[in-house]
Structure formats: structure tokens, C-alpha cells
């Protein structure tokens, strides 16, 4: 196959390893480009893109770098240089598919590299710190990267790491494969919506009925990490709209829960790029917390319902709420593009709703009477007697939804 796959490892000490698995991507019909890494001594073979190259790319030559020992800031070096390396070198149609192996330092390098690339981009890290309570989400970023655990340390091979590896090459060509270079184009209206397990039943609904209608629903789980790449992908002009019922991150983040948003722009992308977006308040008067034996004294004095064995909702305070109603605010008036706000009066989520344990409709007042107090007067914000699960409040959304968008791209 006339197809190349950029393989990425530390030369200086995985160097055998990295020879082995060229060798089986080889076996199985793709070219290999070889970038190193290593910071250290230089490889005994022949690589494509040496450690010289990549450090120049980032524009600090190695030897000033290693002259100053500080293996924090050469790991930083080769993270710049391996990432635009690898970019151009996507741009230029020269590589369909990246393959990483190493320890920390190494996957800390590749990785930068196949954060780089677009989505859709074939990518796999095989990587010996893939396990155990060490948090690894900052390698994966908001990419679809994938990291295999390599079980063994990758210090020379034997029947293990052998088998390993062969298994990560197949991966990688069996994704590659089957790659043209590009992501696949939307069959429909591409549209982005956020949605949360305690939403699921009015967002499944508002799914279907754009789907019947000529629209592509793209949905992001709001669980941090999963807004976030929304954004990302309303920058890069993947969507023609969005339709953003749960803003649980924003919430969750102010608090510091577990699913907070991995960065403060949550909000923002629709509103920079002009782009039609409908917003509710979905899930976002609560913070998701660990098993309920974890929680502090303060959560566990709070409205809280056990989601499952190791999450716990509780309810946000009126005054931490009236502060997450002023930055939905701040974010929805600097949009470029038509916004248009839906509250629902009936609770925000599944455990937000009369008789079960988030109902709390004095709470749900006090962030309404503050988004109204901060929004901007030319944003309109319509209250519906519903609960955000209800077609009672789903449909009429939906329909503003798609007369926005006929509004819009008729007058443009």
C-alpha cells in the first residue's frame, strides 16, 4: 500500500524496539518514516527525521539545551518540535497514520505530536504508563488518540514485548488502512450537541427529530473532557450549528468536580465563529464527586443522589450557582452569531425534578433570576413550564432551532 505511517520513539533507548516494530508495519505492506526522539546518544541507525531535526524545528539546537541540564525543558523542546513536524508532514499528505512507543518522556513527546493532527487521523501510543492511578487524559487531550498498554517496560525484546508490539502494529495498520486521508464528509446538516446521562431522554429526542430532518447530530458527553472538544471542533468550522443543552462543565468546573471542563473556554467557540447556537442550563446546578463514602463534609451535607457506585451528584448552592449564571452570561454575550436561551422550568436534570433528591425549584430560580440579571437584552431567553426531558420542552426548542438556521444561512 502507497501509504506511510510516521513511527515516533526515543531513540536513545528504545531503539531496538522501534527497529522491530518498523519491521512488522513493513511486513504488512506500508511504508514507515522514522522520527527520534531521544535526547541522548544518537541512534546507531539510520532514522528519517533525527533528534537534531526535532529540536531545531522547536528553535533551540539540542546541544544548547542538553548544555543546560534540563531534561524538562528538552522533553519540552522535542514535544514542540515532534508536534509541528508532525503536522506538516500531515499537511503535505506525506504521512496517513502515527505510531509512539515509549515510557513517560516518550509518550509525553509522541503524544504532543498526535495531538497535532486533526481528528480522524489514525493514531495509537504504545505506552508503558497506560495503566494504574496515574492520570494519563493529559496524553489524549481532546483527540481520538488511542494508548495501548504495553504491560512490559520496553527495554529490549522477548516473547512479550515482541507480541506487544506485532499487536500495535496490526492496530495501527488496521487503521490506516482504511483511511483516505481526510474525515468523512456529513450526510446531513452537521450539527454539535452536548448532552449528559441525566439529560439523555430529552436530548435522544431532540437527536431524532433533526435527524428527520436533514440534520447530522454530533453528540459530545459532557463529562470534562467531551465539551471541550466541541469547541475544538466549532473552531475548525466542522458544525454549521449548535445546540448546547447541557452545560454541566461550566458549572462542575467552577466547583472543581470531576467533570469540570479541562479548560475555562467552554461556551465560546459558537459564539467567536458566528454560528447559530441554542443553549439550556441542562445539569448544570449540579457537580459530579466521587463514591459517596468519598465525599467532604460540605458535599455530603448537600442535596446529593448516588448516580452509580463511584459518582455522586450533588447540588450546587444558590450563591455558587448565581456566579455560574454570571459566566454563562459573560460567554453568550460576546457571541458574533444569532443565541438564543431556553430555561426549563420543571428541573435541569433527571434527579432535578419534583419528588427526587436535586428538587430544589428555589435554588433553579436564584441562577435564572441572575442569567436574566447578566444577559445581554438583545439575547432572548424563553422559559417553558417543562422539565428539559419533556417533549414539552424539547419541541418547541427544536423548532426555534431549525427557524434559526433557515433565518441565518437564507439572510447570508
Known amino acids: 500500500m502507497d501509504k506511510t505511517i510516521l513511527l ?22 506500508f511504508k514507515v518514516l522514522v522520527m527520534d526522539t531521544g535526547i541522548l546518544a544518537p541512534p546507531k541507525e539510520h532514522v528519517d527525521i533525527p533528534q537534531n531535526e526535532v529540536a531545531d524545528r522547536a528553535g533551540t539546537p539540542l546541544e544548547e539545551a542538553l548544555a543546560r541540564g534540563d531534561k524538562r525543558e528538552c522533553t519540552e523542546i522535542m514535544c514542540q518540535g515532534a ?12 504521512i496517513f497514520g502515527v505510531i509512539g512507543i515509549g515510557g513517560a518522556q516518550g509518550t509525553e513527546i509522541a503524544s504532543a505530536a ?6 480522524g487521523v489514525p493514531r495509537l501510543m504504545a505506552s508503558t504508563v497506560a495503566n494504574g492511578p496515574h492520570q494519563f487524559g493529559f496524553y489524549v487531550g481532546t483527540k481520538d488518540l488511542t494508548i495501548m498498554h504495553t504491560v512490559s517496560d520496553l527495554q529490549g525484546l522477548n516473547f512479550l514485548s515482541k507480541q506487544i508490539l506485532q499487536n500495535a502494529a496490526g492496530a495501527i495498520c488496521g487503521m490506516v488502512k482504511h483511511f483516505e486521508g481526510r474525515l468523512l464528509k456529513p450526510e446531513g446538516i452537521p450539527v454539535a450537541m452536548s448532552m449528559l446521562g441525566t439529560t439523555t431522554p ?12 436533514g440534520y447530522e447530530v454530533v453528540t459530545f458527553h459532557q463529562n470534562g473532557t467531551g465539551g471541550i472538544a466541541m469547541e475544538d471542533m466549532i473552531s475548525e468550522g466542522t458544525f454549521q450549528s449548535v445546540l448546547d443543552l447541557n452545560l454541566h462543565e461550566i458549572g462542575d468546573r467552577y466547583v472543581g468536580g470531576l467533570h469540570g471542563a ?6 465560546t467557540a459558537a459564539g467567536a465563529v458566528g454560528v447559530p447556537q441554542v443553549v439550556a442550563p441542562g445539569s448544570g446546578n449540579y457537580t459530579v464527586q466521587g463514591s459517596p463514602e468519598s465525599l ?3 458535599m455530603r451535607r448537600r442535596k446529593h443522589f448516588n448516580y452509580n457506585p463511584h459518582l455522586t451528584l450533588v447540588r450546587l448552592l444558590p450563591e455558587e ?13 460576546r457571541a458574533k452569531g444569532p443565541v438564543k436561551v431556553f430555561i426549563p422550568l420543571k428541573g435541569f436534570s433527571f434527579p432535578d425534578r419534583e419528588g427526587l433528591p436535586h428538587w430544589e425549584p428555589e435554588g433553579n430560580q436564584v441562577f435564572i433570576d441572575a442569567l436574566k440579571k447578566h444577559l445581554d437584552d438583545s439575547i432572548p431567553l424563553v422559559e417553558l413550564d417543562a422539565h428539559i426531558n419533556d417533549a414539552d420542552f424539547i419541541d418547541p426548542v427544536i423548532d426555534e432551532f431549525m427557524a434559526m438556521m433557515a433565518a441565518h444561512y437564507e439572510s447570508g
Open 83 to 94: 508536534a509541528s513536524l508532525a503536522k506538516e508532514l500531515h499537511d503535505q499528505g506525506r
Open 114 to 119: 498526535m495531538r497535532a493532527l486533526p481528528i
Open 202 to 213: 430529552g436530548a435522544l429526542r431532540a437527536k431524532k427529530i433533526l435527524e428527520d430532518n
Open 321 to 333: 450557582l448565581i456566579e455560574v449564571a454570571k459566566e454563562i452570561a459573560a460567554k453568550l454575550n
Open 296 to 298: 467532604s463534609d460540605d
Open 262 to 267: 479541562i479548560r475555562a473556554d467552554r461556551l
Open 8 to 29: 515516533i520513539a526515543t531513540h536513545d533507548t528504545k531503539e531496538e524496539e522501534a527497529g522491530f516494530l518498523k519491521s512488522c508495519i513493513e511486513a504488512d505492506g
